[in-house]
């Protein structure tokens, strides 16, 4: 003896709750790509006697010719010193001397280039590097990063000039504006 039962679905159609408040659109950017529409401003620093342009909004630590712009991984420093006036001021020297203090100084860099290049605010050395961050001070999460720091001189004194961001990031064209903004005043 077999017995069917039979069952029953009944389906209703909620009514969606809604909301007061705008959805925001999700985070299209990878982490560490700064937009494409972010905005930039001029800052000065008169004690380093140097201006650049940099992301509007980021968080600014400044302590004298040094000072630091940053965004979750993402950062822009600048800080000025007193160069020997026998260095040499080019990529040749800066693999000897500035890129090893770099190595030295950093989380497990590797120097991928060291390079002249032209820009607007005078001839400069790019040395290029991937290095760890600093360690999340809460999770102790750390990322692969991508490094350039730009090291300009004149009179005596040295700019460096450093970009950061997680390793695959796209910021050509935000790090060019920034390296190609700096100016000694």
Known sequence: DTTATASTTTS??????????????P?????????DTQAFV????????????????WARTEKGSTVSFVNKFDGV????????????????????????VIQAQGRA???TGVSDVK????????????SNSEPNAVTNKKVRL???????????????????????ADNVDQWQRMAKSFRWI
Request: glycine share 8%.
């Open 146 to 168: 991508e490094n350039e720091t730009y090291l300009f001189f004149k009179n005596g004194k040295e700019a460096k000039v450093t970009l950061w961001a997680p390793q695959g």
């Open 42 to 57: 001029n800052y000065t620093n008169s004690a380093g006697g140097y201006r650049l342009d940099v992301p509007e909004g």
């Open 77 to 100: 420093s600048a800080e000025v010193s007193l160069s020997p006036a026998s260095s040499v001021k080019n990529a040749a020297s800066a693999r000897v001397n500035e890129a090893k």
């Open 109 to 111: 860099v590797t120097i």
């Open 27 to 35: 985070e299209v950017n990878p982490p560490g790509d700064i937009p």
């Open 119 to 130: 820009l607007p605010g005078g001839n400069a050395v790019v040395v290029k590097y991937t």
């Open 12 to 25: 209703t159609t909620e009514t969606p709750i809604a909301s007061t408040e705008n959805a925001v659109a």
